[in-house]
């Protein structure tokens, strides 16, 4: 068990370019998130894969969001056109049964 | 709608000294219940969690919980701290419904403990 992994863990971009965050989840986890933690503030979710399906949005998700989990594997987080708003701390977590999830390290977006 | 509420953004304590951080909920439904605390620049670890059975819950690192239906709280003890229990602490809920559960969280607690 290696944990959740995520890549990479600090981004910066300038405003208007787009970005991919990438996640790995611990190896027989089929199930997985992502949440979104700016500053001073608890993780708030975004949106939920079961093996490679996308179950749920959150609202926060806008159209210049995408998530991806091909083969129920890895996940992917696109932003496009990032934002100043966009800057925060990305989450991804996963678990096995519907009770407790495993979090990764992060990634800190700024958007400049 | 779920919410969870925590009563205090920051906690100041000496080391060794107990130390109690509060946590309200509200959900029209049975819930699952956790806290997870949060080191600098890091991802989120579980500290612990209740389920069912049992209202008083051990987790790592000698803390505890005690899951109060009637009260809807869920408040995380330590009777004794150590510097490097420092850290952000978060609560958060989960409803018992469907085939996966999304965790909605407090704002956090930060502990600081003094020398």
């Known amino acids: 068990d290696t944990g959740v992994s995520q890549d990479p863990r600090h981004k910066i971009t300038k405003r208007g370019q787009n970005v991919t965050f990438r996640c790995d989840p611990i190896?027989?986890?089929?199930?997985l998130y992502w949440y979104r933690q700016t500053l001073g503030q608890g993780p708030e979710f975004l949106t939920y894969?079961?093996?490679?399906?996308?179950?749920?949005k959150s609202r926060l998700l806008s159209d210049r969001f995408s998530a991806e989990r091909p083969k129920g594997s890895f996940s992917t987080l696109e932003i496009q056109r990032t934002e100043q708003g966009d800057s925060a701390m990305y989450l991804c977590?996963?678990?096995?049964?519907?009770?407790?999830?495993?979090f990764g390290p992060g990634t800190r977006l700024t958007v400049l | 709608a779920q919410s969870v509420t925590q009563l205090d953004s920051q906690v100041p304590v000496f080391e060794e000294a107990p130390v109690e951080l509060r946590c309200n909920y509200s959900?029209?439904?049975?819930?699952?219940l956790f806290w997870y605390v949060q080191y600098p620049n890091q991802g989120l670890q579980l500290l612990l969690k209740?389920?069912?059975?049992?209202?008083l819950v051990k987790g790592i690192n000698g803390f505890e919980a005690e899951f109060n239906k009637s009260q809807t709280s869920f408040h995380l003890r330590k009777p004794s701290v150590h510097i490097s229990d420092t850290a952000e602490y978060f609560c958060?809920?989960?409803?018992?419904?469907?085939?996966?559960?999304?965790?909605?969280f407090g704002a956090g607690t930060r502990l600081a403990v003094h020398p």
């Open positions: 977590a996963s678990s096995l049964k519907t009770d407790t999830q495993y």
């Open positions: 894969f079961q093996n490679e399906a996308q179950l749920e």
């Open positions: 209740y389920l069912s059975g049992s209202t």
């Open positions: 190896s027989e986890h089929n199930r």
């Open positions: 958060a809920v989960s409803e018992i419904s469907g085939g996966y559960n999304k965790l909605i």
């Open positions: 959900s029209s439904v049975s819930v699952y």
